[in-house]
């Protein structure tokens, strides 16, 4: 059984930067595609990027040129690289694991395997 814990969350200035990590622990995260979401007080949970098993990866508009997602399967580690932060990125961050084959589809639904619970990210001055 898969288990994902997040680490890295703060309070950073608008500008500034965070690294999250999600490890992994149970089974090598190098068999899953992974992923970021996160969810803004009082808004529902919105997907960030993913990277597959191959090491492809994918953002959503409002977080491409400033987050990177890598993955170090040495380590069986995800990673967030977020600059550039906005007030507008503060929120829950969860990584989520998906096995499937179709985890481009189950990415954007938000249909995942194992989730993490969470790492607060608070940008603000």
């Known amino acids: 059984q898969l288990q994902l814990v997040e680490s890295g969350g703060g309070l950073v200035q608008p500008g500034g930067s965070l690294r999250l990590s999600c490890a992994g622990s149970g089974s090598t995260l190098r068999n899953y595609a992974i992923g970021w979401f996160r969810q803004a007080p009082g808004k529902e949970r919105e997907w960030v990027s993913y990277?597959?098993?191959?090491?492809?990866?994918n953002y959503a508009d409002s977080v491409k040129g400033r987050f990177t997602i890598s993955r170090d399967n040495a380590k069986n580690t995800v990673f967030l690289q977020m600059n550039s932060l906005k007030s507008g990125d503060t929120g829950d961050y969860f990584c989520?694991?998906?096995?499937?084959?179709?985890?481009?589809?189950?990415?954007?639904?938000?249909?995942?395997?194992?989730w993490g619970k969470g790492t607060l990210v608070t940008v603000s001055s």
């Open positions: 989520a694991a998906t096995a499937s084959a179709f985890f481009s589809t189950r990415f954007v639904r938000g249909d995942m395997d194992y």
């Open positions: 990277i597959s098993d191959g090491g492809r990866t």
